[in-house]
């Protein structure tokens, strides 16, 4: 256990899966006295005027609304801020944060963690990263096969909810009730096929007992990052290796690496008619018709995306790559001549697939560049 004194329990997941409904819960419990940060990205904060008519355990609760921004990236200084103000009184137990439907629990922790460790007096901890799961959405979004007849929502959009289910130590499985046993246990599946260490733990409503968000190891980033599946296989396969890396659950993973470029046309084809057998497909790529933007690509289930990020390093005018490569000389230990540090490198996992014709069919989407 932590030797400091103020856990800090992180409350992740997508619009509407249940998040304010489950801090509702928590407050009514009358356990411990406890402070809430309220992450929402509108003017107005929503999620705090709901959490404030909770009743009378409220009087016994600092609440801090954060709007106008996310606490992961433009609100951070005063996240960190009010941590510390909240931290200050004694009589406070726990401190939960409500984060935003669409941060990033990665990038919350990872700040959060950063400012600890330059914190020499600081009185909290990462407790846990929690994410609360939609598992009625998972089962019509994700798994479920969808038709083109049907309405989705954007590839981006699922590969959040995924992110958020990857990066966390506990899962909360919300409004089961909406599915029969079997219909739970395919998503159950199916999330242990995306993380399988985090524990979880199943309700209606959001009724968990307050104790279960606080009783167990403390939040370890590492670890927790090394549960996902993407970066299983990062860690664990072989880039050259004939055959996928089978894990114990019969996931199989693969990276996929090459210089050249993908055309365009013919990669976003491919996304059209895309393996079914792939679970999760994440990693940067690049377009023949742009050499200067790194691309983030993800699919989760029947959904994809693909997203224009930073420059790459070699799209830099030459006096700026010159200062950079005298900076940090092992920049170059793996650039090519013809294309510098572009890269194409993607994590693919999945079941019951030959991996020898995903990568021919990533090959097929190739250009040559004369």
């Known amino acids: 256990m932590s030797t400091k004194e103020v856990p800090i329990v992180i409350i992740t997941g997508y619009l509407g899966s249940g998040k304010t409904t489950l801090m509702q819960n928590i407050l009514k419990q009358e356990q411990r006295k406890v402070a809430l940060i309220v992450n929402d990205m509108g003017s107005i904060n929503i999620d705090a005027s709901i959490l404030s008519k909770t009743g009378n355990r409220v009087a016994q609760v600092e609440m801090v609304e954060m709007q106008n921004g996310c606490i992961c990236c433009t609100l951070r200084d005063e996240f960190m801020a009010e941590i510390e103000r909240l931290s200050s009184d004694n009589s406070i137990e726990a401190i939960f944060v409500e984060a935003s439907g669409i941060s990033e629990p990665s990038s919350i922790a990872g700040a959060f963690l950063n400012y600890v460790e330059m914190t020499e007096d600081t009185r909290v901890y990462l407790k846990s990263v929690v994410s609360v799961v939609d598992v009625d959405r998972i089962y019509r979004e994700f798994l479920n096969t969808l038709t083109e007849d049907e309405d989705t929502e954007d590839g981006d959009v699922i590969n959040l909810i995924i992110d958020q289910i990857e990066f966390c130590s506990l899962m909360i499985l919300n409004k089961t009730d909406l599915l029969t046993k079997e219909q739970l246990e395919e998503v159950k599946v199916g999330l242990r096929n995306l993380q399988q260490e985090a524990k979880m733990i199943e309700c209606v409503n959001g009724q968990v007992e307050l104790e279960q968000l606080i009783n167990h190891d403390d939040f370890d980033f590492d670890e927790v990052e090394a549960y996902s599946a993407v970066q299983r296989a990062l860690n664990n396969c072989e880039h050259d290796d004939e055959k996928a ?61 693909i997203t224009e990020l930073t420059e790459w390093v070699s799209a830099w005018p030459d006096d700026e790559l010159d200062k950079v490569v005298a900076d940090f000389p092992d920049i170059k230990d793996d650039w090519d001549e013809t294309y510098g540090d572009r890269c194409n490198q993607v994590v693919f996992i999945g079941k019951g697939y030959e991996k020898a014709e995903i990568v021919k069919l990533l090959y097929d989407c190739l250009e040559e560049v004369g």
């Open 245 to 305: 890396c089978v894990d114990e659950y019969g996931i199989s993973s693969f990276v996929f690496e090459e210089k050249r470029p993908f055309n365009r046309d013919a990669f976003n084809k491919l996304i059209e008619d895309y393996p079914n057998v792939l679970i999760r497909s994440k990693g940067y790529i690049w377009f023949s018709d742009d050499w200067k933007h790194i691309q983030l690509f993800e699919q989760a289930g029947r959904n994809a995306s």
